[in-house]
């Protein structure tokens, strides 16, 4: 049964979950800082889409299944009031969801209170850098 789910990360492995996906038939939203598949005039590939990547995702782009928000720096995610989650932003947006958002990039080690960064099912709470 399709479902609708969060990737937050706009890069190679965030892309690739979007895609994979949206050919399983669910719907998509994707938070991204910035456009990586659009930079003009940088050829870093840590920077950018590898070119198999954007090809990949040029061809999803269009489907109303997919949602894609740019300026998102999530900043956490907590579980929300009604059992779903809640993914947060540094400009104070946020999205919910029901299933836990699908996250590429997580900074391990300590919060900014230096307590131990926590990860399971009864405390999805958790920072993103």
Known sequence: MPG?????????????????????????RLLA??????????????????????ERLRKIESS????????????EVTTGTDGGFRIHAADGRHWDTAVPPQQTHIKK??????EPARRSAAHPSQRFY
């Open 4 to 28: 609708h789910y969060t990737v937050i990360g706009g890069y190679e492995s965030g892309v690739d979950a979007a895609v994979n996906l949206l050919k399983l038939g669910h719907r998509v």
């Open 64 to 75: 109303n299944r997919l949602e894609t928000v740019f300026g998102a720096d999530v900043t």
């Open 33 to 54: 800082r910035r456009p990586t598949w659009d930079l003009p005039e940088v050829y870093d590939p840590s920077q950018m889409l590898s070119p198999y990547t954007r």
């Open 109 to 114: 080690g300590l919060h900014d209170s230096q």
